[in-house]
């Protein structure tokens, strides 16, 4: 699905020529074995032999920045400064962070894949393995020499951020015991607590690979020196986590919870969260009761810090202005100044000042993380929040989010609405929006593999074992949509669907503004329209959104093998895990049905559209970082501003809106 790579590969095949022609079936058996059991010897002899024999300096003409990441790298490494294996790793701990982007930087400046995968094994033999993980994860996704390599999930590469630690401990005793075993994973806490009839979504694994997939793609530490540039990165972080919070709301509403409350620097932290995780190495996850006052953490940041950049960051958005470093202003009253405002809040490195400005999001991960132990006095690791892979199990994540989200808001409701004027496809009108098939979810036990959560030789074989987790998911469904087209020609349209709630917590209809900001985004195509009537059949499975469930390593494997004997890998659709899992396209319903309003808005395709063929491609991935992003317009267009006036969506006629309701009723597919 990484189909917009093709654009960064046209620039990028003249200085990065594989030399060696690799296969890309050869390519995926390296990076299969390079991260399976990564806490122990690797398992292929061919990389253990480059692992154990490589000298990664030996030929500096391999590197297209003339070895300079290389030799910085091995400087560390022979000084003994890399931080030791068998020891937690924390993207946000900023020298284990410079560590792993050192060896990022030496994969990104490989020349050819022999090179790549040559490093890789050798310094898999000597770095931190969390920071190799990262490493080789980020540079798989970024980098031409590994385009169409798939990359297993990572909560089969490191279960311990996904899996709790019953299930671990179960998978420790069944190794031991050489007994296989199929545990469940049961999600943390107990009835007592409201919150748990939600862990569903923020402990879903698909999910938590969702979040740290996106976080890989765009990278806060990027520099468009490695490669390219991230196109509307700022933007993008807005609206990927944008639709995490309304979201989160909507799954809130058929559990009889009241949606979210922002977090504050000044209020009380009410919702604690006992993680249930272990650290491969580190011991537990550090738990935070309820009720707690944030308080400042030593050496990271004072509560008074981060009110005041909040102050600084506000008052950009009230003057319509950002401050550069220079002094200038930077005029975000358009619709690019999301995407701005994004790279200030994050923060990322395309933010035009961080002195100022600071970074707000990657400060509050810290802070709420460290809230445990934030003087330091009792040894605790990282908190959940300092992870990608598990922020969104702690309750508070989605605080902290919509806190941002308003920040976000203030700024989109200070631009003007758009008119009926801009809206207007002329000569095209939705005549008919229908749903065929019952909107229905439904949850399922879900099994993966917990083989590599466990420590081994090669002496003793493997026994299966694995663990199980109930997951939400809902049956296909269509989408129909009649549109005229009394243009007289062939024309090529944005067809964009989003639903939202129709009933607030208290039963009360949500205005079209208070539903168009709570929207959640279905589906984004373009289609050819010919004169006349078209009808448009659009799968659930198609959604651009979202990406299929990722391949076992297993599946992986076998796949793999096959493909080495010259056979379809069959792996092309799962190139990209860069969206939200397609079963989990619709939020929970409930019994007699969740209303909800699903829009449709036909747009201007050749207006709309950033690149040309977007109609053939079914593949697009909403969130890819390669290239340019398909879309001009802003995510959540045109949704995206305020409706002071709902009868400007109302009468244009093509826009579609109707009702609809989404089931569920209690259908739970167990595993035993
Ligand atoms: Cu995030």
């Known amino acids: 699905m990484r189909v917009f790579v093709v654009l960064a590969l046209v620039a990028a095949a003249a200085v990065q020529s594989d030399a060696g ?31 154990d024999s490589f000298d990664p300096e030996a030929d500096l003409s391999h590197y297209s920045d003339d070895g300079a990441a290389v030799q910085k790298l091995m400087r560390d490494l022979k000084d003994h400064r890399l931080l030791e294996q068998k020891h937690w790793f924390s993207l946000f701990n900023p020298r284990q962070r410079q560590e792993a982007l050192m060896l990022f930087d030496v994969f990104i400046h490989c020349k050819d894949w022999d090179t790549f995968v040559s490093n890789a094994a050798y310094f898999r033999q000597r770095m931190n393995e969390g920071e190799f993980v990262y490493a080789l994860y980020v540079a798989v996704i970024h980098s031409p020499l ?20 019953e299930a671990i401990e179960a998978a420790y005793r069944a190794k031991q015991t050489q007994t296989p075993g199929k545990f469940q994973s049961s999600f943390t806490g107990t009835k007592k607590n409201p919150e748990q009839r939600v862990a569903y979504f923020g402990e879903d694994i698909g999910m938590n690979t969702h979040h740290v997939t996106w976080h890989m793609e765009f990278p806060f ?49 009410v ?71 994004g790279d200030v809040i994050e923060s990322s490195l395309y933010s035009p000042n961080v002195q100022y400005y600071g970074a707000l999001h990657n400060t509050a991960h810290i802070v709420l ?82 083989i590599n959560a466990v420590d081994d030789t090669e002496q003793i074989a493997d026994v299966d074992i694995s663990t199980y987790v109930p997951r939400l998911n ?63 059949t659009r799968k659930s499975s198609e959604s651009a959104v979202t990406v299929p469930d990722v391949p076992s390593f297993s599946t992986l494997f076998e796949k793999t093998k096959e493909a080495l004997g010259g056979a ?40 709309d559209a950033a690149l040309d063929g977007l109609h053939e491609n079914t593949e697009f991935n909403h969130y890819g970082s ?26 244009l006629p093509n826009f579609g809106h109707i009702q609809v309701k989404v089931f569920n009723h209690g259908v739970h597919i167990k595993q035993n």
């Open 369 to 450: 993380g460290r809230q445990s132990d934030p003087h330091g006095k009792y040894a605790l690791p990282p908190g959940v929040l300092e992870h990608f892979e598990t922020a969104t199990r702690d309750p508070s994540f989605f605080r902290l989010h919509k806190y941002m989200d308003n920040i976000f808001k203030e700024h989109k409701d200070s631009l003007p609405p758009y008119t009926t004027e801009e809206l207007t496809f002329a000569g095209v009108s939705v005549d008919n929006l229908a749903i065929e098939g019952e909107l229905e979810t439904y949850f399922e036990d879900f099994e993966y593999n917990l």
């Open 271 to 341: 919702q604690g969260f006992a993680p249930h995780t272990t650290y491969k190495y580190g011991g537990q996850f550090p738990s935070r009761p309820d009720n707690v006052n944030f308080e400042d953490v030593d050496g990271v940041a004072r509560i008074r810090d981060l009110l005041i950049i909040e102050s600084r960051i506000r008052d950009a958005t009230a003057h319509g202005y950002i401050v550069d470093k220079a002094g200038n202003h930077i005029d975000i009253m358009n619709e690019r100044g999301i995407d701005v405002l």
């Open 21 to 51: 022609g690799m296969s890309d079936a050869q390519k995926q058996h390296d990076v299969n074995f390079l991260l399976h059991k990564i806490y122990g010897e690797i398992r292929d002899s061919n990389l253990k032999a480059k692992a």
């Open 626 to 651: 390669h290239g340019k992003y398909p879309d001009n317009r802003p995510h959540g267009y045109p949704l995206d501003r305020k409706v002071p006036d709902e009868r400007v969506f109302e009468d």
């Open 221 to 269: 530490w990027w520099q468009d020196s490695y490669s390219h540039h991230l196109d509307r990165k700022g933007e993008n972080f807005f609206w990927v986590h944008h639709q995490l919070t309304v979201r989160f709301d909507a799954e809130r509403l058929p559990n009889y919870l009241d949606p979210v409350d922002e977090l504050h620097w000044d209020k009380t932290i």
């Open 146 to 165: 590994a385009e169409h390599v798939v990359l297993p999930p990572l909560y089969e590469v490191t279960p311990h951020l996904f899996t709790n630690s």
């Open 474 to 536: 809902h049956k296909d469904f269509d989408f129909k949509i009649d549109v005229s087209n009394n243009r007289g020609e062939e024309v090529l349209a944005t067809v964009r669907i989003f639903a939202w709630n129709h009933f607030d917590n208290n039963g009360i209809k949500f205005t079209f503004d208070e539903g168009r900001w709570n929207a959640i985004e279905l589906d984004k195509f373009w289609v050819k329209l010919s004169p006349g009537t078209n009808h448009i």
């Open 568 to 607: 379809d890998s069959g792996l092309r659709d799962f190139e990209s895990a860069t969206g939200i899992p397609n079963r989990f396209l619709l939020p929970k319903g409930n019994e007699q049905g969740l209303e909800f309003d699903l829009v449709v808005a036909v747009t201007d395709g050749a207006a």
